[in-house]
């Protein structure tokens, strides 16, 4: 992994950090010099990649939180600022996507619903809000919450995962303004496909693949090209984005996807 200094000083928050995209993000942000928390509900997961970003060069230590939990994420940034000094960067990635219980509104049961409401968008604005007085305090940062491609462009039949995401994404849009008067810049990715334990379905049968793979224009993408973008909101160079939502799907939400995918 290529390895700059260009967020040497800073501390970063990974939520969902034990996996798939949070785990891209916590290598990419220490290998570009922050020291990052990671953060999973599977502590185990959590530690190993902290591990890894430690074998990378970078400094890490990790911490088991639920995010749905709104006092443990208050937790998990006091224990940031703790061990480490300061608060500058969190990247919200945890999530969960549960196709076949999550689906048509009309056949899904309310306790679904909820708990994907509650993990996505919840723990997203439970991350956000326990941040904000340490982001400010320690002189400003930047928030990076994770939307999804749904956001824009349902598939249908995960409609409490669409829902979710769309929440998050005019939760970032709206936060943008009271984070800008202390000093905090909150941004949204919205990924297309990737392969991460997420999406296992998809990348385990080939016609899915491929069908997925047509409907991006360049093909599909990884989690380290994403976590490439999660390092530029976090950084001075992405000075100019606060509210924006950045679809960065290989033009997924940009043109009419195969009939194939339905
Ligand atoms: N993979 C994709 O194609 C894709 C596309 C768009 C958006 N996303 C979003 O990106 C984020 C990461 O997804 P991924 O593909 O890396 O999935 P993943 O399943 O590989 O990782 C998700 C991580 O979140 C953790 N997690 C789940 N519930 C949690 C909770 N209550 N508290 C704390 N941690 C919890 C899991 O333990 C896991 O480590 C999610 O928000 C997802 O919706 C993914």
């Known amino acids: 992994m290529t390895s700059t200094s260009e967020l040497a ?16 993000s916590a290598r ?17 997961a959590a530690a190993s990649v902290a591990d890894v970003v430690v074998a990378d060069g970078g400094a890490a230590s990790s911490v088991g939180v639920d995010v749905a ?27 969960v996507a549960w196709p076949g219980r999550d689906g048509f509104t009309g056949d899904m049961d309310a306790a679904v619903w909820d708990q994907v409401i ?3 968008l919840s723990g997203t604005f439970y991350c956000c809000r326990s941040a904000m007085a340490h982001l400010a305090a320690s002189g400003g940062g930047s928030i990076i ?13 995960l409609d409490a995962y669409a829902a979710s995401k769309g929440g998050v994404a005019m939760l970032t849009r709206s936060m943008a303004s009271g984070a800008g008067r202390v000093g905090v810049r909150v941004n949204a990715i919205s990924p297309g496909y990737v392969d991460t334990p997420m999406n296992a379905l998809i990348w385990q049968t080939p016609q899915l693949h491929d069908a997925f793979a047509q409907g991006h224009a360049t093909g599909l993408q990884t989690a380290e090209e994403i976590a490439e973008v ?10 100019s ?3 924006a939502v950045l679809t960065c799907d290989r033009g997924w939400t940009a043109f009419k996807r195969p009939e194939a995918l339905g």
Do not use: K, Q
């Not at 000083?9 to 990974?14: D, L």
């Not at 939307?147 to 598939?155: D, E, K, N, R």
């Open 145 to 157: 919450n994770t939307a999804s491609s749904m956001a824009h462009l349902p598939l249908g039949m």
């Open 241 to 243: 984005f606060t509210g």
């Open 230 to 239: 999660v390092v530029f909101l976090a950084s001075d160079a992405s000075r």
């Open 28 to 44: 990419a942000l220490g290998a570009a010099g922050a020291t990052v928390v990671v953060a999973d509900l599977d502590a185990d």
């Open 9 to 24: 000083g800073r501390v970063a928050v990974v939520t969902g950090g034990g996996s798939g995209l949070g785990a891209a």
């Open 69 to 95: 939990d709104a006092a443990a994420c208050a937790a998990l940034m006091a224990t940031a600022v703790e061990r480490h000094g300061g608060l500058h960067i969190v990247h919200n990635s945890a999530g």
């Open 118 to 120: 509650g993990i996505n």
